[in-house]
């Protein structure tokens, strides 16, 4: 057992405003929290010699603040016809603020057998700072992968007025951007008319990243030579023909380039999705109590209908460290039924 251990602890405070105006129509609640951790338990690297790679430590401290907001409203309300909308919104910020030793701690997503996406803990950065090679695209005259140097290497070729090389090996890793998104939630509304009704629900994200970590896989250099490729990744490859291709030329010498950690798999996160909508008619009364049934509805329900993303070629919704690997993506799903009560 080490005696240095100790238990993580928490100090969280929060201030919140609830209102209800015009004969409560129109209700919301705005809440800003914020929260300390500290003595925080993560596995940090120690010499080999000891027998073990990691042991476990107290690393340090993270603040997590923001400011969530709710509102809804009935927008018109009478006998027959009702209309009401919600909107929800999060702005949240996770920064380490301490730790252990002062020294950065890398860490990767946990969740895929690849190590798929790298991250570091950097005092003063956010939680999920992606970490890895800055890639400065492809050279359009011989299709090969350029890399910002972000050190003082000797250059091969400048970039955007900035020293690069041809050789990811040369290059240094940077902090190349945040997976936590800069705003999240959802709107919905409802609309009813008699016995007709439609309810749809939007969810969006507001900028971060994502990182593609299955782009290794279908949009691969060379490396996986038995695979195939996906046809976005096809349509964008260099070629004598496509010289201003996304992507760089499939040959053998530079195979490896696809495999590293870097902002090649990097996109934008922002998306705006129909999440669900449900359309639905309640007959009348009148028509089920001659064949005595009490109520009868007739309802469709469809899920992902539709989705508008920064970044089309993989599903934006990941998981909560914002890469995306093999999982199926969610589908579109179609339901129709219909409901007695008798």
Not at 61 to 74: A, F, Q, T, Y
Not at 161 to 184: K, Q, W
């Amino acid at each position: 057992a080490d005696a240095n251990l100790s238990w993580e602890t928490s100090y969280t405070w929060n201030a919140a405003l609830e209102f209800g105006l015009f004969n409560n129509r129109l209700n919301g609640t705005i809440e800003y929290f914020n929260r300390d951790s500290k003595d925080l338990l993560q596995s940090v690297p120690i010499s080999t010699v000891t027998g073990f790679g990691s042991t476990l430590k107290n690393i340090g401290e993270i603040n997590n603040h923001g400011l969530e907001i709710e509102l809804s409203g009935d927008i018109i309300r009478t006998s027959d016809l009702r209309w009401s909308a919600g909107l929800t919104g999060s702005w949240i910020r996770s920064t380490v603020t301490k730790l252990y030793g002062g020294k950065d701690i890398y860490w990767y997503d946990p969740t895929g057998d690849d190590a798929r996406a790298k991250f570091v803990y950097r005092e003063g950065e956010s939680t999920l700072s992606l970490y890895g090679l800055e890639w400065a695209g492809v050279e359009d005259e011989t299709g090969k992968n350029v890399w910002f140097l972000n050190n003082d290497s000797e250059a091969d070729l400048t970039v955007d007025g900035r020293p690069a090389t041809y050789n990811y090996s040369n290059a240094s890793e940077v902090i190349l951007g945040d997976a936590h998104p800069d705003f999240f939630g959802g709107f919905a509304t409802d609309l009813s008319w008699k016995g007709l009704s439609i309810a749809l629900n939007f969810v969006y994200k507001i900028g971060g990243y994502t990182y593609n970590a299955v782009g290794r896989d279908v949009n691969d250099d060379g490396y996986y030579w038995e695979r195939i490729m996906s046809q976005y990744c096809y349509d964008n490859r260099w070629t004598p023909e496509n010289k201003t291709a996304k992507y760089p030329q499939r040959i053998a010498i530079d195979m490896e380039d696809v495999n590293q950690k870097s902002s090649r798999h990097m996109n934008p996160a922002d998306y705006l999705r129909l999440k669900n909508v449900t359309l639905s008619y309640t007959l009348p009364r009148a028509w089920t109590s001659k064949i005595s049934i009490q109520n009868a509805r007739i309802f469709f329900n469809g899920t992902n209908l539709w989705t508008l993303a920064a970044h089309k070629e993989y599903d934006p919704e990941v998981n909560e460290y914002g890469s995306r690997g093999w999982e199926i993506p969610l589908g579109k799903t179609f339901t129709f039924g219909l409901e007695f009560s008798f």
